[in-house]
């Protein structure tokens, strides 16, 4: 099968091409020019161009979805746009099925920017008639992951931290490589047309609690003080000092910390069943540690 | 689709034991969570966001996997939850927390538990509180209006929020 991936070069597209490339002719889009590699053809293009959408996808079957604009100043109009044009190029080539990766939480009504954008994307994409597969992901937890290099980032930098209530909220951080298995297993497949799945890892923690477990996998301790009042402003211009996230990119994070991102269903778990990987492995691999041996 | 809901009934009695029972009950025309663990947890998840909101914050409730806990304007521990007991099956889905203490206990015991049944036409969801002591209740042989915080206040908000809840439920089952 002909399959073309938007957002080749970012943390999932990269782990995705590897699984795909085997079974499928693999065109993967970015916006920078990118060497070839063995089964993978690299396009240069912006989905937010029609003529580089259109050139893309042709003879494609399968459409893979993972761009976002997030740092931009309008990042959602952004999104928007580039999503319906994904969505038209689609329906004129006869693409089979567009698979896009959006966040859990994205239907909370007091979702932020970010996650309402990510879930006005699959609105777009699934206004055409091409089938759209929606997996809905928390953090995930992966080298070049923004929101899980933000935490690594301020365990390593911090002696101790001041944090806002939203490290009190729960969540379901996935591994990278399992994020891959779920897409890679959803291309093509039949009884997933038009559905949505939320995909979590097997673990419910709140983000202090991530902190405190990267901090033991880092050999850290930091002491971490929570205070009831910490706009995402201030937040985020912390964090744009002290870690390599920039304010732009950190702030819609933040902002979307608020709000609880746990999976409601696990319909995929039966269709596509693999042992998930746990927290603590899935951030050794990050960090290029080996994995523990599971006893 | 949005399951409907219609049918809301409350009660509350005292036990044998001395310990409290309510009850808050509405009909659903179609699930709100699937039968999983995950849905089991969904029903917990969606009770503790629908405390946070009838309340603006003023409660805020924090909870894990292991359990969680009720907090007045970010402090004060009103209720402490141990971890959830989730069940599933064709007609059952549930999620048990076991109250351990806060400052609304007389002592640990006692639970909530949230919970979608199937039944012959439809989908009865409902929040249950057994076996719990309340602070502010009457005591024993007391004059019943040592227990008008409980009475007027901790039971109709308990039940509005339930009613939040239910509506929170449906809501997000039709997202």
């Known amino acids: 099968m002909k399959i073309a991936v938007f957002g080749a070069t970012g943390v999932v597209g990269s782990s995705l091409l590897p699984l795909l490339a085997p079974e499928h002719e693999v065109v993967a889009v970015s916006r ?3 060497a070839a590699e063995s089964g993978i053809r690299w396009v240069a293009g912006d989905a937010s161009s029609p003529n580089d959408v259109a050139r893309a996808i042709e003879g494609a079957e399968v459409v893979y979805y993972l761009v976002h604009s997030l740092g931009s100043r309008d990042f959602e109009r952004q999104d928007r746009a580039a999503a319906e044009n994904v969505a038209a190029a689609s329906e004129d080539a006869d693409v089979r099925q567009i698979v896009y990766l959006g966040g859990l939480g994205d239907d909370d009504a007091g979702a932020s920017a970010h996650l309402r954008s990510r879930r006005e994307t699959g609105e777009r994409l699934a206004a055409g008639t091409t089938p759209v597969t929606t997996l809905r992901a928390a953090m995930i937890v992966g080298k070049g992951s923004a929101a899980f290099e933000t935490i690594v980032a301020l365990v390593d930098r911090l002696p101790a931290m001041i944090t806002p209530s939203w490290v009190s909220t729960p969540t379901q951080p996935i591994a990278l490589d399992d994020v891959g298995r779920y897409l890679a297993g959803v291309c093509g497949n039949h009884a997933v047309l038009g559905e949505s799945f939320d995909v979590g890892g097997p673990e419910v923690m709140t983000y202090r609690q991530m902190i405190e477990r ?3 996998l880092r050999g850290r301790r930091p002491l971490i003080v929570e205070v009831p009042v910490l706009t995402p402003r201030l937040s985020s211009l912390w964090l744009h ?20 991102t746990i999976a409601r269903e696990e319909r995929l778990r039966t269709l596509l069943p693999f042992e998930l990987t746990s927290f603590d492995d899935a951030a050794r691999q990050a960090f290029g540690q080996k994995k523990k041996a599971s006893t | 689709m949005t399951p409907v809901l219609h049918g809301w009934d409350t009660t ?7 310990g409290f029972e309510s009850t808050q009950r509405a009909r659903a025309s179609d699930p709100v969570v699937e039968s999983s663990s995950s849905g089991a947890r969904w029903l917990g998840v969606a009770y503790w966001q629908a405390v946070d909101r009838f309340t603006r914050g003023g409660i ?3 909870w894990t996997d292991d359990g969680g806990r009720l907090t007045l304007l970010g402090g004060f521990n009103l209720l402490t939850f141990g971890a959830p007991e989730l069940e599933f099956s064709d007609n ?3 999620c048990r927390y076991p109250i351990h203490d806060g400052l609304l206990a007389v ?3 006692g639970s909530v538990t949230l919970a979608q049944r199937r039944l012959d036409d439809g989908f009865e969801l409902s929040v249950v509180v057994q076996e719990y002591l309340p602070r502010l209740a009457a005591r024993v042989g007391a004059p019943s209006w040592t227990g008008a915080l409980y009475a007027k206040g901790q039971s109709p908000f308990h039940a509005a929020v339930s009613r939040r809840y239910f509506d929170l439920l449906a809501r997000r089952a039709g997202t």
Do not use: C, Q, Y
């Open chain 1, 32 to 34: 920078s020019a990118h």
């Open chain 2, 60 to 62: 805020r409730a924090r």
């Open chain 1, 214 to 216: 990267i901090a033991t």
């Open chain 2, 107 to 109: 002592r640990a015991g």
């Open chain 1, 241 to 260: 000092l002290v870690t390599p996230v920039g304010a732009s990119v950190a702030r819609p994070l933040i902002e979307g910390l608020k709000n609880p």
């Open chain 2, 12 to 18: 509350e009695r005292v036990l044998d034991s001395g």
């Open chain 2, 92 to 94: 059952l889905v549930s």
